[in-house]
């Protein structure tokens, strides 16, 4: 995955719930750089590094080009959630690639 990847659309409800900015689509964060705080599922919930990043559903879906899911566990406000990540590839004909990828996030557990 390209450190250039970026956030380009959210919806209201995405945006609330994952604490992103209601002008995504014209600031256009770059992915892991938009502010969310990735987490391993220890106890310590220690950030997660750059080989495990690339396990997470959005960006395995632009390596593999395929639907991807995973559990994605985020510090939001101070706050530690679990959601479950579906993603699917997004293509452009008559390239061939993914382009991007549609994620869908559901909450796990408590809010």
């Keep these: 995955m390209s450190a250039e990847t970026r ?8 945006s609330d719930m ?3 900015p209601v002008d995504v689509d014209h600031t256009r964060p770059r ?3 938009s502010g969310l705080r990735f987490l391993d599922f220890t106890a310590g919930a220690e950030p ?11 960006i395995q879906t ?4 395929a639907l991807e899911r995973s559990l994605m566990r985020l ?3 101070g706050v530690r959630r679990t ?3 579906v993603a699917s590839p997004l ?3 008559p390239q061939l690639d993914a382009i991007g990828a549609l994620a869908f996030f559901t909450p796990v557990g408590p809010a």
């Design 83 to 85: 959601f479950d990540v």
């Design 62 to 65: 632009l390596q593999t080009d």
């Design 7 to 14: 956030i380009i659309a959210i919806s209201q409800a995405g």
């Design 75 to 77: 510090e939001l406000r």
């Design 18 to 20: 994952l604490g992103l």
């Design 48 to 58: 997660l590094h750059d080989a495990e990043l690339a396990r997470l559903a959005p």
């Design 31 to 33: 992915f892991l750089g």
């Design 91 to 93: 293509h452009s004909p």
